[in-house]
């Protein structure tokens, strides 16, 4: 998913304590209560419509949010029936409207399923006309938001963002792509035959498991169970797959054997390796190298890692920014909207400086008002973070201090600095917050989401882009999968009927009475009859099931 969308609901949900209130004009307002409120359109209440329009053109956008709303406030903050904190609420000032005459109270008056109804509807409408998406819109949309957990943002002080694949999206295509025929041009240089092989960013996908000593590409279920498996680049059959992982389980604790592909760089990794051992199966692959799988797949992993430490990949990126880069407009603004509704930005990278001002130049200066640049967005920004190491032990940490990227020893972050290394307990400590008051987004299932959690107790976001395809898949699907449901549906039914009849007839063949009176004493060949019928009705069901299950999977993935 777009992270764009991600900020923005954050930003929008966040029950912020800062309320932005969008500016207003003398000449633009009165046509806005005028004539677009729920109020005025209804004839509710003509004084209300009146009051808004006079103290919003009176005064400036950002009084009339400190005179129409209040906040309430850490000191007089309580806990609402579901055990979340009332911080950060944005209540009406019952005295603003008193003083124009006005009941709040009154003006909403019955009962309130009813009221909520038509103020909903009031409120679409009016999102209509100010031609903006409605809330419930996102939900078909798969630029969205899938919660796992209830989080309320009122308890988040601060969000932190990876920059790799969640504030920079790269075109996969092109920046694994370069990774990859760097990655072959060592590997030829290191004697291995590399002529014919392309890059096929198809081939692998992100959560799938290496098998190091076979030369597996695998799928596991949710226990670790291995559902599918391609052996280089050539799937496996179900019957394969049973016969060589059985019960096995895939335990990624044992690295040395299991390798998680849980980011997109492991992209051309994955595919350079699968092609490789078609090769060594081939045997096309000097025996002089004298490689299995395992020592294969440290070659492949040799070969990408020089193509980083050369810096010719980061360099070419750098020269042609938008060969590489997939800017989203919207995304600047959300967390803009965010840092205005008073929540701390911090960026904390694994890349270095230079590397990361000059994808952010790129990615969000031009997007930004009144000459903004994107340091401006946060107030920290941690570069060459190391981690997960980050979340897990102390480094010195180092204030940048010049455009170059020279650096000094400093041990506190202050707020717009920018810093290359120290840890999470640092962030913490400068900006005096716990870590459940910290939510960190980034891409990396390991070493974004789950150490940060693990080790600190930050609340975590994950960007999965492969969803996006995969919800238009479900939404272009529908009512083919609705056939689909409907055939299971009835095999079913007939499986349910089926088993009732067999088992009357398995009582009745061990001299034993069936589930009824009637039942027992039933005819031998009525009772076979139903049951041959009903058994030929599953089977043809199961043929006209069977390859709609597989085309419906190939919707979501060709493999």
């Not at 777009?2 to 932005?20: L, N």
């Not at 603004?333 to 965010?338: E, G, K, T, W």
């Amino acid at each position: 998913m777009y992270t764009a969308e991600v900020f923005r609901v954050f930003a929008v949900r966040g029950g912020d304590a800062s309320p932005a209130v969008a500016p207003a004009t003398t000449t633009n307002c009165l046509k806005i209560v005028a004539f677009n409120t729920p109020t005025f359109r209804n004839g509710l209440n003509a004084r209300w419509a009146k009051a808004l329009t006079l103290c919003r053109c009176s005064v400036d956008s950002k009084s009339v949010g400190d005179e129409v709303f209040s906040v309430t406030q850490s000191n007089k903050s309580d806990v609402d029936y579901l055990g979340e904190s009332t911080k950060g609420d944005l209540n009406v000032k019952l005295e603003h409207l008193e003083a124009f005459g006005i009941d709040g109270h009154a003006s909403l008056d019955g009962p309130i399923e009813e009221v909520a109804r038509s103020e909903a509807r009031d409120a679409e409408d009016l999102l209509q006309d100010l031609g903006i998406p409605s809330p419930s819109s996102s939900r078909n949309s798969p630029r969205g938001i899938f919660c796992s957990r209830t989080l309320n943002l009122r308890s988040i002080s601060a969000i932190g963002y990876d920059m790799d694949y969640t504030l920079i999206h790269y075109n996969v295509m092109a920046w694994e792509g370069r990774a990859y025929d760097y990655c072959m041009e060592n590997l030829k240089n290191m004697g291995f035959p590399v002529d014919g092989l392309a890059f096929d960013p198809d081939l692998v996908i992100r959560g799938l498991v290496i098998d190091k000593e076979k030369g597996n590409l695998v799928k596991a279920d949710r226990f670790g169970y291995i559902k599918r498996a391609m052996h280089g680049t050539k799937m496996l059959s179900t019957r394969a797959v049973s016969e060589m992982y059985g019960r096995e389980l895939v335990d990624l604790r044992k690295e040395s054997r299991w390798e998680f592909l849980n980011t997109l760089f492991s992209v051309s990794e994955a595919v350079a390796y699968m092609q490789m051992v078609d090769r060594l199966d081939d045997e096309t692959i000097p025996a002089d190298l004298a490689l299995d799988y395992k020592g294969l797949y440290k070659a492949v992993g040799k070969a990408l890692f020089w193509a980083h430490v050369e810096g010719r990949l980061k360099s070419e990126i750098m020269s042609k920014p938008e060969l590489f880069v997939e800017p989203d407009p919207e995304l600047p603004l959300a967390l803009l909207d965010q840092k205005e509704a008073g929540k701390k930005l911090l960026l904390i990278t694994n890349s270095d400086y230079l590397y990361t001002d000059k994808m952010m130049q790129h990615s969000f200066n031009r997007f930004l008002p009144n000459d903004m640049g994107w340091r401006d967005l946060f107030d920290i920004v941690i570069v060459s973070a190391r981690k997960p190491e980050f979340f897990q032990t102390s480094h010195p940490m180092y204030e940048v201090v010049t455009g170059e990227g020279l650096m000094r020893p400093c041990f506190k972050a202050q707020t717009g600095g920018l810093y290359s290394g120290g840890s999470a307990q640092m962030v913490e400590n400068s900006l005096d917050i716990h870590g459940d008051e910290i939510l960190y987004v980034g891409d990396h299932i390991y070493t974004d989401v789950s150490q940060s959690k693990v080790h600190l107790r930050w609340r975590t976001a994950l960007i999965c882009r492969e969803l996006e395809e995969e919800y238009d898949a479900l939404i272009g699907s529908r009512s083919y999968r609705e056939s689909l449901v409907e055939l299971i549906n009835q095999k079913e039914i007939v499986g349910d009927l089926f088993n009732q009849l067999r088992l009357a007839l398995q009582r009745r063949s061990k001299d034993r009475p069936a589930q009824t009176l009637a039942a027992t004493n039933l005819n031998d060949e009525d009772l076979t009859d139903s049951m041959q019928k009903l058994l030929i009705v599953m089977q043809r069901l199961d043929e006209k099931i069977a390859p709609m299950l597989e085309a419906d999977g190939e919707l979501f993935n060709s493999r």
